[in-house]
């Protein structure tokens, strides 16, 4: 522990929290079902006003299991979810885990190339994916069986006026949508066979729950393994950390994508434990949004700053009254003072920053939900929670009190590693449960976490990390381009835009939309360079490594 600190965070808790949470012994699967005989009848999700309670929802995963073990899912297999926010994520979430498999989220937009890596890397043969992408799916290596959902089938018809869609536009959306590709399995099929028989073994508290990717300092992302007391776990901190919560009666808005750590854990699994009402979006889109929260409003609304600056603005501008959301959860990025300012002149309620990572389930640290909080820090550590800050070349030593230095983290929600690479565990976990989280932090004497810098040289845009080299490899292959360095440079949203900084051939003429098209081919749209320099050399290091932090350097200088 570094000197100095012992905990004195605690102190500054809301009052309620304690330092210390009983953790649950129970996996996932037990969370889900204690949540249906709790709240049976009351509304679990909402999806364009259509409503499904709990109890539907139990009755939902039973049947998906069970179609699920027919196309032979067993315990431990890992099990592809290429799905944006739908009821039929959650029942899948859950089915795969009652079968005692492993869920592996995707994100639906990921290009053919992206998602090949990942699929090759843990091994799925069964997906359940968003139709629209099912044929992409079903060309990718060792999968034998897609699952096709079709998301209209969830909305009430009368519901698509809300989308402003002309009737024929609606009607060509939905004969779209709807005509799965050859060789996959309509998701409603899958469900034709009766619920699962209880007999079937679920799955231990200790067991693989979920592998999430997660980008690296170096190479291709890295797929995080979640056990269930991992999930669990993070879910229960988040319950402790804000006693004013009403089990049972809360709306959670799911804006953020559940296949991404942050979505997973506030939405999926946080919201189905205190038996919330989840409102779901397939996209986050402003008038969706507006138009779901004049009927119900949100109470509780995790999110990142660009989403809470865009809905405030909305919001004030129409009329449209949010103060019925008393809490707000940012995380991702850095929450600029003037959204943290005009979300609470538009609600009334509080907006506090956290941190986490897809490695800690995610949430590891977050800002006191009152007065004790402190804007421009992330916070201070969840309840069973410890940090460390250390010298980043080596981590065996401590760094005093206000210097800079590496963010440890312990406690019940670090993940167990990462799937299939041991050496790169071993690097990130140290004795003592330890995680190197790669982010240079300052910690104060009374425990709040600031962050400063970041080892890793990921770039955060929109809540999505985009890893550089990545983006790197695409632009290389540009005619003309020699090398390329990709930084982000920060937005006033406290976002970060991605921008690539080119070599290029002796007369070659290389413009941003040569660029941009090359990438659209094998990156995610929010993966793409916004803008691109040319210049005559990049600064490298003396074994002629690209030195990313000065070529951003000089960006933001110059």
């Given at each position: 522990?570094?000197?100095?600190?012992?905990?004195?965070?605690?102190?500054?808790?809301?009052?309620?929290?304690?330092?210390?949470?009983?953790?649950?012994?129970?996996?996932?699967?037990?969370?889900?079902?204690?949540?249906?005989?709790?709240?049976?009848?009351?509304?679990?999700?909402?999806?364009?006003?259509?409503?499904?309670?709990?109890?539907?929802?139990?009755?939902?995963?039973?049947?998906?299991?069970?179609?699920?073990?027919?196309?032979?899912?067993?315990?431990?297999?890992?099990?592809?979810?290429?799905?944006?926010?739908?009821?039929?994520?959650?029942?899948?979430?859950?089915?795969?885990?009652?079968?005692?498999?492993?869920?592996?989220?995707?994100?639906?937009?990921?290009?053919?190339?992206?998602?090949?890596?990942?699929?090759?890397?843990?091994?799925?043969?069964?997906?359940?994916?968003?139709?629209?992408?099912?044929?992409?799916?079903?060309?990718?290596?060792?999968?034998?069986?897609?699952?096709?959902?079709?998301?209209t089938a969830s909305m009430p018809w009368t519901k698509r006026l809300a989308l402003r869609l002309p009737v024929r536009r609606a009607r060509e959306l939905r004969s779209r949508l709807t005509a799965p590709s050859t060789g996959t399995t309509p998701w409603s099929d899958l469900l034709?066979?009766?619920?699962?028989?209880?007999?079937?073994?679920?799955?231990?508290?200790?067991?693989?729950?979920?592998?999430?990717?997660?980008?690296?300092?170096?190479?291709?992302?890295?797929?995080?393994?979640?056990?269930?007391?991992?999930?669990?776990?993070?879910?229960?901190?988040?319950?402790?950390?804000?006693?004013?919560?009403?089990?049972?009666?809360?709306?959670?808005?799911?804006?953020?994508?559940?296949?991404?750590?942050?979505?997973?854990?506030?939405?999926?699994?946080?919201?189905?434990?205190?038996?919330?009402?989840?409102?779901?979006?397939?996209?986050?889109?402003?008038?969706?949004?507006?138009?779901?929260?004049?009927?119900?409003?949100?109470?509780?609304?995790?999110?990142?700053?660009?989403?809470?600056?865009?809905?405030?603005?909305?919001?004030?501008?129409?009329?449209?009254?949010?103060?019925?959301?008393?809490?707000?959860?940012?995380?991702?990025?850095?929450?600029?003072?003037?959204?943290?300012?005009?979300?609470?002149?538009?609600?009334?309620?509080?907006?506090?920053?956290?941190?986490?990572?897809?490695?800690?389930?995610?949430?590891?640290?977050?800002?006191?939900?009152?007065?004790?909080?402190?804007?421009?820090?992330?916070?201070?550590?969840?309840?069973?929670?410890?940090?460390?800050?250390?010298?980043?070349?080596?981590?065996?030593?401590?760094?005093?009190?206000?210097?800079?230095?590496?963010?440890?983290?312990?406690?019940?929600?670090?993940?167990?590693?990462?799937?299939?690479?041991?050496?790169?565990?071993?690097?990130?976990?140290?004795?003592?449960?330890?995680?190197?989280?790669?982010?240079?932090?300052?910690?104060?004497?009374?425990?709040?976490?600031?962050?400063?810098?970041?080892?890793?040289?990921?770039?955060?845009?929109?809540?999505?990390?985009?890893?550089?080299?990545?983006?790197?490899?695409?632009?290389?292959?540009?005619?003309?381009?020699?090398?390329?360095?990709?930084?982000?440079?920060?937005?006033?949203?406290?976002?970060?835009?991605?921008?690539?900084?080119?070599?290029?051939?002796?007369?070659?003429?290389?413009?941003?939309?040569?660029?941009?098209?090359?990438?659209?081919?094998?990156?995610?749209?929010?993966?793409?360079?916004?803008?691109?320099?040319?210049?005559?050399?990049?600064?490298?290091?003396?074994?002629?490594?690209?030195?990313?932090?000065?070529?951003?350097?000089?960006?933001?200088?110059?």
């Amino acid at each position: 522990m570094t000197a100095g600190l012992e905990r004195t965070w605690v102190a500054h808790y809301a009052e309620g929290v304690p330092a210390e949470i009983a953790l649950p012994r129970e996996s996932l699967v037990d969370l889900l079902d204690r949540a249906v005989a709790s709240y049976g009848p009351r509304p679990a999700l909402e999806f364009f006003g259509a409503e499904v309670t709990y109890t539907e929802l139990g009755r939902r995963v039973g049947l998906a299991a069970e179609g699920l073990r027919r196309l032979g899912v067993r315990a431990s297999d890992r099990v592809a979810l290429v799905l944006p926010n739908c009821p039929d994520h959650i029942v899948a979430f859950y089915a795969v885990l009652r079968l005692g498999a492993v869920v592996v989220e995707h994100n639906p937009l990921y290009t053919a190339t992206e998602m090949a890596h990942q699929f090759e890397d843990h091994g799925a043969r069964v997906a359940v994916v968003w139709d629209k992408v099912a044929g992409t799916v079903a060309a990718l290596p060792g999968v034998e069986h897609v699952v096709a959902v079709d998301l209209t089938a969830s909305m009430p018809w009368t519901k698509r006026l809300a989308l402003r869609l002309p009737v024929r536009r609606a009607r060509e959306l939905r004969s779209r949508l709807t005509a799965p590709s050859t060789g996959t399995t309509p998701w409603s099929d899958l469900l034709a066979h009766g619920r699962l028989d209880p007999a079937v073994p679920g799955p231990g508290v200790d067991d693989l729950a979920a592998i999430q990717y997660t980008s690296g300092t170096t190479g291709r992302p890295k797929g995080a393994m979640l056990s269930h007391s991992n999930l669990v776990a993070n879910a229960a901190q988040g319950r402790a950390w804000v006693p004013g919560m009403r089990p049972g009666q809360e709306v959670v808005y799911a804006v953020l994508p559940m296949f991404h750590a942050y979505g997973l854990t506030l939405c999926l699994t946080f919201a189905m434990s205190m038996g919330a009402r989840l409102v779901l979006f397939p996209t986050f889109d402003v008038d969706l949004v507006l138009t779901a929260a004049e009927k119900h409003p949100p109470t509780f609304l995790p999110a990142v700053p660009p989403i809470y600056q865009r809905l405030a603005t909305a919001a004030r501008d129409r009329g449209v009254d949010l103060t019925a959301t008393r809490f707000a959860i940012s995380g991702a990025m850095a929450l600029p003072r003037e959204t943290l300012e005009l979300w609470e002149q538009v609600t009334g309620g509080l907006l506090v920053e956290g941190y986490g990572l897809t490695e800690t389930s995610p949430v590891a640290i977050g800002n006191p939900i009152g007065r004790e909080r402190r804007p421009g820090a992330v916070g201070v550590p969840f309840p069973s929670t410890d940090i460390r800050v250390v010298d980043p070349e080596d981590p065996t030593r401590d760094r005093p009190v206000g210097e800079r230095g590496e963010l440890l983290v312990r406690g019940p929600q670090v993940f167990g590693g990462y799937w299939g690479r041991p050496e790169e565990t071993a690097a990130a976990l140290l004795d003592g449960g330890w995680f190197r989280t790669g982010d240079i932090v300052v910690v104060d004497p009374d425990g709040f976490v600031s962050v400063v810098d970041r080892i890793k040289e990921v770039i955060i845009t929109g809540g999505f990390n985009v890893m550089p080299s990545e983006v790197e490899a695409v632009v290389r292959t540009v005619p003309g381009v020699t090398d390329a360095a990709v930084v982000g440079l920060p937005k006033a949203d406290g976002s970060e835009e991605v921008v690539a900084v080119v070599t290029t051939e002796t007369g070659a003429e290389v413009d941003i939309e040569a660029v941009q098209a090359r990438c659209r081919g094998d990156l995610a749209a929010y993966k793409v360079p916004r803008r691109v320099f040319v210049v005559d050399e990049l600064p490298r290091s003396q074994i002629g490594k690209v030195l990313r932090k000065q070529v951003r350097d000089s960006l933001v200088s110059g």
